[in-house]
């Protein structure tokens, strides 16, 4: 028996028969675990015109009501988290606790979002001019949408909709057709926590839905997370048709580690943000830049640390890391083994040949934890976003070679420096051109309460996610200068007004 998934829209389960579907995997077993409905432009269109109504009402609705509501959301969240993993792990394969972290990591943002009504206070000048005053107030946009990639099924959405919807907007989600469950049980917890219907909305579906929410002149702004081709692509449709659009897209990450590192912490830190997710991050760290003479020390505690990876099941609570999440992408990964001994490098650590434990090695997505070493900058392993478990490492002579790599890389989404030199860390600060930077932290994600967001080929638009630049993103800034004639008419002036 399959489950069946599709929409929410307008405060309950879409009861429409589709007429395409996708298959959804157990990525741990291989086999097909559900059906999602894949939306049309006229059910898009159905979803838009439910927010476009709800949005009338809702934009209205007290900054205190909005924050309850938010405060509620945020508890059943907290209450049903472990659930919301469950669901997480058996469609994208994630291990238990890496699903657990990614939900709270989510549930910040709705907490950052339930401090609303102070995010949302404008500015008052009294008098600037005489008997004149100026304030700024922030509305909300309108219909906005988020689509969102297959690796973060519960956070990315969470990056989106919380401060959306505190900010008085109405939200239609299309999730990742890979692992659109949880997306649902999001929705179900937000009519509980008295969201009015038509709110929050998830059309789910694949390419169709994403064009149907691009040309939808009823939606005002589109945030969208995924590969960097995709996020161009909204982005310059999306920007075409005249809405607001943030689209963070792919990444390449480097680790820097200079000379005087701790090794041992360096290694550590390695193996936790290359392997960690099965590598399917957008944070993690794939290219590994030992700066001479430590490379070859490095290598071998990074690979001694690689042997004792426990790779199995999501579920079990014995795995480390789980399968990739479909057979494609699994194959795609590991191809990146033969072109990287192809064009030179060497495979260090060869992750088809890891144990799988209390899985079928056939029956899953499975690709353990690889290493290439020795590889170079026009290497496609070096070039491509693998998105997989697989560590490229290079060798730089100097700090500055290692700076130069990671500033010719188009993408620009994090990247992290080893070092126990604070001078060099400030430095390297400085002169990354890189979204997020980690001094000795391998996957420096901001808090909620900054924003996320990379810089060139990771990101299009100008604001990141959450944060300030979040809140900005989702509202419009008005200006209101006002005079209340006292004691009486002042007469005709066809001059620009200036300040008296
Ligand atoms: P993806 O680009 O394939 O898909 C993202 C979304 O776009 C999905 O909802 C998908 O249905 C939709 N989509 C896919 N192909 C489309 C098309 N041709 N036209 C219109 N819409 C389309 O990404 P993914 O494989 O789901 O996720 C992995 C990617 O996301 C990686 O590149 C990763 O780096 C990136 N990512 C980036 C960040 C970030 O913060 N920058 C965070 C997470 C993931």
Aim: glycine residues 12%.
């Amino acid at each position: 028996m399959t489950k069946h998934i599709t929409h929410w829209i307008g405060g309950k389960g879409w009861d429409g028969e589709a007429q395409r579907h996708g298959d959804v995997y157990d990525p741990a077993t291989g086999q097909v675990s559900g059906q999602v409905d894949f939306a049309s432009a006229a059910e898009v269109d159905l979803a838009v015109a439910v927010a476009a109504e709800a949005f009338g009402t809702w934009r209205r609705v007290s900054l205190a009501k909005r924050a309850t509501v938010l405060f509620a959301f945020r508890e059943l969240v907290r209450t049903h988290a472990g659930e919301i993993a469950q669901l997480i792990t058996a469609e994208h394969g994630k291990v238990a606790s890496d699903a657990a972290g990614e939900v709270a990591r989510g549930l910040e943002v709705v907490e950052f979002a339930c401090g609303i009504p102070h995010l949302l206070k404008g500015g008052f000048s009294e008098n600037v001019s005489t008997g004149v005053d100026s304030y700024s107030i922030r509305q909300p946009v309108g219909v906005v949408a988020g689509i969102t990639p297959f690796n973060f099924p519960a956070m990315v959405p969470m990056w989106m909709f919380p401060l959306a919807i505190a900010c008085g907007n109405t939200f239609i989600l299309k999730p990742s057709e890979k692992d659109p469950s949880a997306s649902l049980l999001l929705a179900a917890l937000w009519a509980e926590a008295g969201l009015p219907d038509g709110v929050f909305n998830v059309v789910q579906g694949d390419k169709v839905a994403v064009d149907a929410i691009l040309d939808h002149e009823d939606i005002k702004a589109v945030s969208f997370v995924g590969s960097t081709p995709i996020a161009r692509y909204v982005y310059e449709n999306g920007t075409k048709a005249g809405k607001r659009v943030q689209a963070l897209g792919g990444a390449k990450n480097h680790m820097i580690v200079l000379p005087d590192a701790d090794l041992d912490l360096a290694a550590d830190a390695a193996v936790s943000a290359g392997f960690g997710s099965a590598g399917e991050r957008c944070m993690a760290v794939s290219a590994l830049v030992a700066v001479d003479p430590v490379g070859d020390e490095l290598v071998a505690r990074i690979k001694d640390r690689v042997a004792g990876l426990r790779v199995g099941p999501g579920s079990d609570e014995r795995s480390e890391m789980g399968p990739l999440v479909t057979g494609p992408h699994r194959d795609k990964v590991a191809s990146y083994l033969d072109s990287g001994v192809r064009e030179g490098a060497t495979l260090a650590v060869d992750g088809r040949v890891h144990p799988v434990i209390g899985g079928d090695p056939n029956g899953g997505f499975w690709l353990g934890p690889s290493v290439l070493d020795h590889v170079s900058p026009a290497m496609s392993c070096y070039t491509d976003e693998i998105f997989g478990p697989v560590l490229s490492v290079l060798r730089a002579a100097t700090y500055e070679a290692a700076v130069d790599l990671v500033n010719a890389s188009p993408y620009g989404n994090g990247v992290a420096v080893f070092t126990s030199d604070g001078g060099a860390a400030r430095r390297f600060v400085s002169e990354a051109e890189i979204g997020m930077v980690g001094v000795n932290v391998p996957i420096p994600v901001p808090m909620a309460y900054y924003s996320f967001g990379g810089w060139k080929a990771s990101l299009f638009g100008d604001t990141h996610v959450h944060g300030t630049e979040g809140v900005h993103f989702y509202t419009r800034g008005k200006v209101v200068t006002s005079r209340w004639l006292d004691p009486s008419h002042g007469g005709v002036n066809l001059g620009f007004p200036v300040n008296t």
